[in-house]
């Protein structure tokens, strides 16, 4: 059985044209083994590329990305030479702050980087610890050799980390998605809250889209959202999010050695040039939401896209050259980080990323799927959506939706005044509480169920119409002959008497009395 790498080879090279038997002589592999996976990937295709470009993600074909079904029982372990020699790396770059802080006589020296290395578990001698530390030293010395790209064959791509004002909340650290073209270097950036798995991936859906296209090969460091780990001292094992991005759109993927960023400087470059570009002049670094942060990111990359690079080339000309070498772009591909078998607890909530958030409380006890996308989470049983709220990112958070309780909420309403679910509550909603009905949470209730089927500006309005008429009785049944009345006199106006103020007076006043009389007509009955 293959594994999800080894699919992706059996694509990409089916995309270049080459034969199913070639394919299965170059990988010694089954030639049926690469018949099955060619033929999966060709049909998912052909149902992506005929749906509607404006088709839901859950419309997509699934197929192109299912990961294969392997045995991992006789699995020996790996060498763990690679991350070893990143500790060592680690452990230098600390000895360099030491001395530029006045701490020389604190720094590591071999032998206790060495017995450093055999506490966390590394198995490594110490002749290689030696080694390692020569050749690390000997990196400042290296020679670069320049190299020629094809317009629309490489980008890359990196992170970058900057601090904002998002919200009046106070600076905090936003992850900065930087992509470069090799041949143009035309630049392109996104903020999200963390680095995670969505946001890598909707980095990328979001990047191709701006471009019309796909380039061909992709270039990355050592990012953990990409290397999932290192199997040798210049191998790694991609993630599956960087498998599933790989496979769906075509490209190939390459990794540069640890610590060289010359090996992609112009994304190297390009983080730090955006970075100070968009965010360094003073007023620069407020924004009222993270939306708007990005407007004005896109915007600074369009104008660096439209200003002369050094050697005279402007990235928006040269990236009019490399789009008619892009792959076709194929519909977007769904991004979501997917949790299963979530169990409901007690409170009705569901643990996704360490943030609770809240299902109807009917579910109390079940297992559901949780969809965590990078703006907003979705939570199903089975293919039914049954929650979905904004994002949060506070370890241990409650994101509470009032209306998931109205059944617990019917059997205590005591609990309403102080629950969590009424403190998060709209605005609107906690005003409607506070002005009508505080310390009656049993008549707030059922104009809570009706909130929820009429909407809150609907019964918010119909309250004031009522409060106008009547006096201290606000119950829900009341509230809907207001709003149906209301809704029935704009589907069908009577004809007017006459637009002067008296005549709008008159048709209020008798309005009131209409309403009165079928009130008083419900009451007596």
């Given at each position: 059985?293959?594994?999800?790498?080894?699919?992706?080879?059996?694509?990409?090279?089916?995309?270049?044209?080459?034969?199913?038997?070639?394919?299965?002589?170059?990988?010694?592999?089954?030639?049926?083994?690469?018949?099955?996976y060619v033929n999966e990937y060709d049909d998912a295709m052909a149902k992506l590329l005929a749906t509607d470009p404006g088709a839901?993600?859950?419309?997509?074909?699934?197929?192109?990305?299912?990961?294969?079904?392997?045995?991992?029982?006789?699995?020996?372990?790996?060498?763990?030479?690679?991350?070893?020699?990143?500790?060592?790396?680690?452990?230098?770059?600390?000895?360099?702050?030491?001395?530029?802080?006045?701490?020389?006589?604190?720094?590591?020296?071999?032998?206790?980087?060495?017995?450093?290395l055999k506490k966390q578990g590394y198995s490594i001698s110490y002749s290689t610890v030696k080694r390692v530390i020569a050749d690390?030293?000997?990196?400042?010395?290296?020679?670069?050799?320049?190299?020629?790209?094809?317009?629309?064959?490489?980008?890359?791509?990196?992170?970058?980390?900057?601090?904002?004002?998002?919200?009046?909340?106070?600076?905090?650290?936003?992850?900065?998605?930087?992509?470069?073209?090799?041949?143009?270097?035309?630049?392109?950036?996104?903020?999200?809250?963390?680095?995670?798995t969505a946001a890598f991936q909707e980095s990328h859906v979001d990047y191709f889209a701006f471009c019309g296209g796909v380039f061909?090969?992709?270039?990355?460091?050592?990012?953990?959202?990409?290397?999932?780990?290192?199997?040798?001292?210049?191998?790694?094992?991609?993630?599956?999010?960087?498998?599933?991005?790989?496979?769906?759109?075509?490209?190939?993927?390459?990794?540069?050695?640890?610590?060289?960023?010359?090996?992609?400087?112009?994304?190297?470059?390009?983080?730090?040039?955006?970075?100070?570009?968009?965010?360094?002049?003073?007023?620069?670094?407020?924004?009222?939401?993270?939306?708007?942060?990005?407007?004005?990111?896109?915007?600074?990359?369009?104008?660096?896209?439209?200003?002369?690079?050094?050697?005279?080339?402007?990235?928006?000309?040269?990236?009019?050259?490399?789009?008619?070498?892009?792959?076709?772009?194929?519909?977007?591909?769904?991004?979501?980080?997917?949790?299963?078998?979530?169990?409901?607890?007690?409170?009705?909530?569901?643990?996704?990323?360490?943030?609770?958030?809240?299902?109807?409380?009917?579910?109390?006890?079940?297992?559901?799927?949780?969809?965590?996308?990078?703006?907003?989470?979705?939570?199903?049983?089975?293919?039914?959506?049954?929650?979905?709220?904004?994002?949060?990112?506070?370890?241990?958070?409650?994101?509470?939706?009032?209306?998931?309780?109205?059944?617990?909420?019917?059997?205590?309403?005591?609990?309403?005044?102080?629950?969590?679910?009424?403190?998060?509550?709209?605005?609107?909603?906690?005003?409607?509480?506070?002005?009508?009905?505080?310390?009656?949470?049993?008549?707030?209730?059922?104009?809570?169920?009706?909130?929820?089927?009429?909407?809150?500006?609907?019964?918010?309005?119909?309250?004031?119409?009522?409060?106008?008429?009547?006096?201290?009785?606000?119950?829900?049944?009341?509230?809907?002959?207001?709003?149906?009345?209301?809704?029935?006199?704009?589907?069908?106006?009577?004809?007017?008497?006459?637009?002067?103020?008296?005549?709008?007076?008159?048709?209020?006043?008798?309005?009131?009395?209409?309403?009165?009389?079928?009130?008083?007509?419900?009451?007596?009955?």
């Amino acid at each position: 059985m293959i594994d999800l790498v080894e699919k992706q080879t059996i694509i990409l090279k089916h995309r270049e044209g080459i034969s199913n038997r070639q394919i299965a002589s170059y990988m010694k592999i089954d030639k049926n083994t690469v018949n099955k996976y060619v033929n999966e990937y060709d049909d998912a295709m052909a149902k992506l590329l005929a749906t509607d470009p404006g088709a839901s993600e859950d419309q997509l074909s699934p197929e192109i990305l299912i990961k294969p079904k392997y045995d991992t029982s006789n699995r020996g372990r790996r060498k763990s030479t690679e991350e070893a020699i990143e500790v060592i790396r680690d452990c230098l770059e600390e000895n360099a702050k030491r001395r530029q802080t006045g701490r020389s006589k604190q720094q590591m020296r071999k032998i206790e980087i060495y017995d450093y290395l055999k506490k966390q578990g590394y198995s490594i001698s110490y002749s290689t610890v030696k080694r390692v530390i020569a050749d690390i030293k000997k990196e400042i010395d290296e020679a670069f050799i320049k190299q020629e790209y094809q317009p629309g064959i490489q980008t890359e791509f990196d992170w970058g980390e900057v601090t904002l004002d998002i919200g009046g909340t106070g600076y905090m650290r936003y992850q900065m998605a930087v992509f470069s073209s090799a041949y143009g270097n035309h630049r392109f950036a996104h903020l999200y809250r963390t680095q995670d798995t969505a946001a890598f991936q909707e980095s990328h859906v979001d990047y191709f889209a701006f471009c019309g296209g796909v380039f061909h090969t992709v270039v990355y460091d050592n990012m953990r959202v990409a290397v999932k780990t290192f199997v040798g001292p210049s191998e790694k094992e991609p993630t599956d999010a960087l498998l599933e991005l790989s496979i769906y759109y075509g490209f190939d993927f390459r990794f540069c050695n640890v610590r060289r960023g010359n090996e992609k400087s112009h994304v190297e470059r390009s983080v730090d040039v955006v970075r100070h570009f968009a965010f360094a002049e003073p007023g620069n670094d407020c924004f009222e939401s993270l939306e708007a942060a990005n407007e004005h990111l896109m915007k600074k990359c369009m104008e660096k896209n439209a200003s002369a690079l050094s050697d005279g080339r402007i990235p928006d000309e040269c990236f009019g050259e490399e789009k008619a070498s892009l792959m076709p772009l194929p519909p977007k591909m769904p991004c979501f980080i997917k949790r299963v078998h979530l169990k409901v607890d007690k409170f009705s909530t569901v643990t996704a990323n360490r943030v609770h958030y809240s299902v109807p409380d009917r579910y109390v006890g079940k297992r559901l799927d949780a969809r965590i996308y990078t703006g907003f989470v979705e939570i199903y049983d089975g293919s039914e959506k049954v929650a979905r709220h904004e994002r949060h990112y506070g370890r241990g958070e409650y994101v509470i939706d009032i209306f998931h309780y109205l059944k617990t909420l019917k059997r205590k309403p005591g609990a309403l005044s102080q629950s969590t679910a009424l403190l998060q509550a709209d605005t609107k909603i906690k005003n409607i509480y506070e002005t009508y009905y505080t310390g009656n949470a049993k008549d707030f209730l059922p104009v809570l169920e009706l909130m929820d089927e009429l909407g809150v500006d609907a019964v918010e309005k119909a309250l004031k119409r009522l409060a106008e008429i009547v006096i201290n009785d606000y119950s829900a049944d009341k509230i809907r002959l207001i709003h149906d009345h209301e809704t029935q006199a704009v589907a069908s106006p009577e004809k007017p008497y006459g637009n002067d103020r008296l005549s709008e007076k008159s048709r209020q006043t008798l309005s009131q009395y209409d309403i009165l009389r079928e009130l008083q007509t419900r009451r007596a009955g």
